[in-house]
């Protein structure tokens, strides 16, 4: 290796410095320049919406080391001890003479830089889809730092009261949250009939979406945005769907974010379907002295389990990215085994998390999977701050490996979906999962934690002792009518909530004796609040003789439709 | 199978009632009738130091069902089909006519009672050892819910004023939070230096016992009880160890839990040399009609890692066992993998933490180990609640597969720690462990998750990039003398709290213009709040021509000795 190795990496937000600050670690000789044609590097973007909520008190925060030390210029040089170069932009890639044209933003000029090895981390930015109005005063994005100190400075103005937040994915919910938190009117448009679409399954997003409602969060679900009305002075006044309009003093287009690709196809280096830029495990792109990580590449090196490239922009994956190509410029092959496309995000009291595939992802891949939805409490319920879950896991039928899991609720859901993160990279087969010795104190779990008994349900359907269905088949089987849905909870529970239906009301320990009362020619779906008492109604009841009997997962807890109360 | 199968069933607090509800959702036929000595049945009596404490405001609850139905004679037969017979002691188990013979613990009648299957699920008792005065008036357990209702109705009569807990494992600890928590003067006394000693390494006990201190407990650690003092009327006034006296009202004996195997042994079935009754993977004691589980047996069925029996009486180990022996009695077989030794306990704001192999426990087994002890922060410091943690990891070197991790500190470590038992569970490397693609948001982790984290430094370690030493050694090596201590936090942190040793200060940030000022004919010892910093200063150093250089691993934060303030 060359002793003084020139390392040019373009792009200082995430992958970029990462990688920087593991190069100069391992390879202390290495001559590395960072060139961010911007103003603001290394700062934590996913802390953005935490800001604008008031929850992190200083935008400054996003660009300080633990220790409250900034992380600018002065600080790489003299702390890390690489070059940190701002508004510099880089505008071309000389392969052959392995150098990059540098121009300066401000004053234009164009200068030659030689590298050994380059690394692009050139990050995404905010898809732009072309509605009318888009360009309209008052609708931008949320993805820049910039973008982050434009809406402080708008919000800190007065004049904004109502939000549309266009696109209900990640970026849309924490920005729901901020906004509702200063005291804004918002609704989230969506075109899909429930949140977080492209990663949850219907029904966690519909219960999900449920939490955001009872928060105050106005939800146009179902309806594609069609254009963005402005006044006469071209302001937005209000964003229109095929079926509504909603007034809106501002609106954060937020579906999704594409990779920055442009520097790499004008250098002709591959690019992927997903317009991501083509890299092998060790982050090279088709010329081996380049590299990619971050929110610019295609994660085209998979677990197997996900079975098709994915293009997840996470600031976690563009930091374990960035090691790697450090790693490899410094002659440490280490591959990068790929994601398993998981986020989490808080929503208000809810937590909502999911990793692997989802149970659409499997039917489009032709696997034969089988499901549950579990909810129960996290913890002892006379310990404070006990908040229920909702667990969805999903198998593959033929070997019972777990391949993917959802979770919401206001219960500790990280940790569970930490725990199927990994199980999942590591295969563990649903009897794995099941007897994991999982740390157990009343502060934390229960004695058999939720995902262990979410695993237990699931290989009670397996194995055919419970007949469980999913929320989404109970409503169309209640929707075509010749169903009885028999309800086991306490008189009290049964008081408070229930379904919106007509049910029969035997509290489980009254079912032996009562089961009799009930018709043996119609399906019977049972209930209860959440699903063990249903499942033993069912037993019970088989027991009795009846043969068509199954119960309704996740109860009333995990009901994503609307639910009657007694208020 | 037997249509009418006879279940008879010794012991009705977890495995015993566990085994009874799971068998009879999938043999509803099962004749079940659980056999309870004291008056208290199906109790969480892991939540009692919570009842104690004031957490758990109804000793009732510890009792109840999720919904608040009391787990009583009548909600097991009505509510889940089986019978409970309390005050019922089974003396006799006649396995040639396989009967056992009940005793009326109030009228002394004896019955005999056929069975097809009998499970023992008989408990654990506490270890008593022969201390002169162990009998006094004030010395008591804290093992069973009378012992709880006891100690409650004691404090509440406002006459104790000093506690002294014997033995700082699981139960001291928790017990000197709740008694705390009431207002009482407490003191630890435990023969080990450090607490836990059972099942953490030394810097981690440490690191954790300051925690304790700094909450007002008194640890009184390296001395062995010698006696119970007692006044004239044999009432507790000290406990007296072999270096010291402490004044107290009241001993809470807490050593050790050991297994009750009396009626298993008086029938002649096979016992553990760990005092455990022998069972199988299916939980079959050496008479295959009788099964056992909970405290009462020995976990000879154990995860390779471990590499012997262990004993862990555990509420979640007799659940999950439970379950297993049901599932044999209706014919599905389905082997209990065994435990990692896992444990979690609350100590005031502290969470601890271990499982697997711990580095003493791979030692004597002769695995040749790597550990580290990483410390950082659980999500951005901008984020309310980040706390930090320290997290020891241990690996054989051989394969560098995850054998072990503790887990002490503020911050989330229960999520660590989960993630660390899937990990072991399923044969992890370091290199899975390095990049599991965990759940990434502001409000939950960091990019790269402190187990990542602490699995990348350990990586170095191995690599011979990091020259990382722990603690334990680092104060050995201070104590010898002939070492340079080198500090490279910045003015501030320094300024606040320290190494209460001659070190030479540098920041960072000056040390490659500064590094002439260090000796080279000494080894250096560099540190930092954490552990990066400190690392950092190694690889500068090294590149300056220094080659005996090392860091010390958990820096200012993990050092489990006192440190300076500037108080």
Redesign the interface.
């Given at each position: 290796m060359d002793k003084d190795l020139r390392v040019v990496i373009v792009g200082g937000v995430?992958c970029g410095p990462k990688t920087a600050c593991r190069l100069k670690?391992?390879l202390?000789?290495a001559k590395i320049t960072i060139f961010e044609k911007g103003k603001d590097i290394s700062y934590?973007a996913?802390?953005m919406p935490?800001?604008i909520g008031g929850?992190?008190?200083?935008i400054k925060?996003?660009c300080?080391t633990?220790?409250g030390?900034t992380r600018d210029v002065g600080?790489f040089k003299?702390?890390?001890?690489f070059d940190v170069e701002c508004g510099k932009e880089v505008v071309a890639i000389n392969r052959e003479e392995k150098t990059v044209t540098v121009k300066d933003v401000d004053s234009g000029t164009e200068t030659k830089v030689p590298y050994d090895k380059l690394v692009l981390a050139t990050g995404g930015k905010p898809v732009r889809p072309p509605i009318k109005g888009i360009e309209a005063n008052g609708v931008q994005h949320f993805h820049s730092l910039n973008d982050c100190r434009k809406l402080d400075e708008q919000l800190k103005g007065g004049k904004i009261k109502k939000v549309a937040l266009v696109g209900a994915g990640?970026i849309g919910i924490?920005m729901a949250e901020a906004l509702i938190d200063r005291g804004l009117e918002v609704t989230v448009i969506e075109m899909f009939n429930y949140i977080i679409p492209a990663l949850l399954d219907e029904e966690m997003g519909l219960l999900a979406g449920k939490h955001l409602k009872a928060k105050g969060v106005n939800l146009a679900m179902g309806s594609p945005v069609t254009e963005f009305v402005t006044d006469g002075n071209g302001n937005l006044t209000a964003v229109k769907t095929k079926d509504n309009e909603y007034p809106a003093d501002l609106a954060i287009v937020a579906i999704g974010v594409q990779p920055n690709n442009e520097l790499a196809q004008k250098a002709g280096l591959a690019i992927a379907p997903n317009r991501g830029i083509m890299v092998n495990e060790y982050g090279q792109t088709s010329d081996p002295d380049i590299y990619a990580g971050g929110n610019c590449v295609a994660t085209n090196y998979v677990y197997p389990v996900m079975g098709r490239p994915l293009f997840t922009p996470?600031?976690?994956?563009?930091?374990?990215e960035g090691?790697v190509i450090a790693n490899h410029i410094a002659g440490?092959t280490?591959p990068?085994?790929?994601?398993?496309?998981?986020?989490?995000?808080?929503a208000f009291e809810y937590?909502i998390?999911r990793?692997g595939l989802s149970e659409r992802w499997a039917r489009d891949l032709n696997i034969d999977v089988e499901t549950v939805l579990w909810t129960?409490?996290d913890r002892?319920?006379?310990?404070?701050g006990s908040g229920p879950l909702a667990i969805k896991l999903i198998v593959n039928k033929k070997n019972r490996k777990l391949l993917g899991c959802q979770i919401v609720g206001p219960g500790?859901a990280?940790?569970r979906?930490?725990?199927a993160?990994?199980?999942i990279?590591?295969?563990?087969t649903l009897?794995?999962l099941a007897?994991?010795?999982?740390?157990?104190?009343?502060?934390?779990?229960l004695?058999?934690?939720p995902i262990?008994t979410a695993a237990?349900v699931l290989q009670n359907k397996l194995?055919g002792?419970a007949k469980g269905i999913s929320p989404l088949v109970a409503k169309k089987k209640i929707d075509e009518g010749n169903v009885v849905l028999l309800d086991v909870?306490?008189p009290w529970?049964f008081e408070e909530v229930g379904l919106p239906y007509d049910v029969v009301h035997i509290p489980?320990?009254?079912l032996?004796s009562k089961a009799q009362e009930l018709p043996k020619d119609k399906e019977i779906l049972a209930f209860c609040?959440?699903s063990l008492?249903g499942?033993?109604a069912q037993?019970?009841l088989?027991?009795k003789g009846f043969d068509n009997v199954c119960f309704i997962e996740g109860g009333v807890i995990g009901w994503p439709f609307e639910l009657r109360t007694n208020q």
């Open positions: 995430a670690r391992i202390p000789s934590g996913c802390g935490y800001y929850v992190a008190e200083e925060a996003l300080d633990p220790v030390v600080f003299n702390v890390k001890g990640l924490e996470q600031g976690s994956t563009a930091n374990k090691r440490l280490e990068f085994p790929g994601v398993l496309g998981t986020v989490i995000c808080k937590n998390g990793t129960g409490p002892p319920h006379y310990m404070p500790d990280a940790k979906l930490d725990i993160v990994t199980a990279t590591l295969g563990a009897e794995q007897y994991l010795d999982l740390a157990y104190a009343p502060p934390y779990a004695p058999i934690d262990n237990h194995d002792l909870r306490t529970e489980l320990g009254a032996r609040k959440l008492r499942y033993e037993r019970i088989e027991e």
